[in-house]
């Protein structure tokens, strides 16, 4: 299993960007794929999913801002992320769970290597 993610880059507040993640390796209809992110000194936070159940579900601090989305054959998803902040200043990781509502790191089997997205001021 292999999960590619890009899109990263540096944008000034108020910008917007959109990450990709490419998964390969196995089919992932039935399961959940999400975002993740990590500032420098701080833990690894949920960001956001998406499955073939539920559907698509956010963090309280991005929810508004950022959509999640997927290919029909969800293996392949992208994060839009539009009215960006200083504070979305992190590292941001694709993953792959067997679980629907799955929002923590510890229910997250795969994981991809990370895009940095950096927001100025």
């Known amino acids: 299993v292999q999960l590619q993610a890009s899109g990263g880059g540096l944008v000034q507040a108020g910008g917007s960007l959109r990450l990709s993640c490419a998964a390969s390796?196995?089919?992932?209809?039935?399961?959940?794929i999400g975002w993740f992110r990590q500032a420098p000194g701080k833990e690894r936070d949920f960001v956001a999913a998406?499955?073939?159940?539920?559907?698509?579900y956010y963090a309280d601090s991005v929810k508004g801002r950022f959509t999640i989305s997927g290919a029909n054959a969800r293996n392949s998803v992208h994060l839009q992320m539009n009215s960006l902040k200083p504070e979305d200043t992190a590292v941001y990781y694709c993953a792959v769970s067997n679980k629907l509502g799955a929002r923590s790191v510890d229910e997250y089997d795969y994981w991809g290597q990370g895009t940095l997205v950096t927001v100025s001021s």
């Open positions: 998406i499955n073939w159940s539920e559907g698509s």
């Open positions: 390796g196995r089919a992932f209809r039935r399961s959940t």
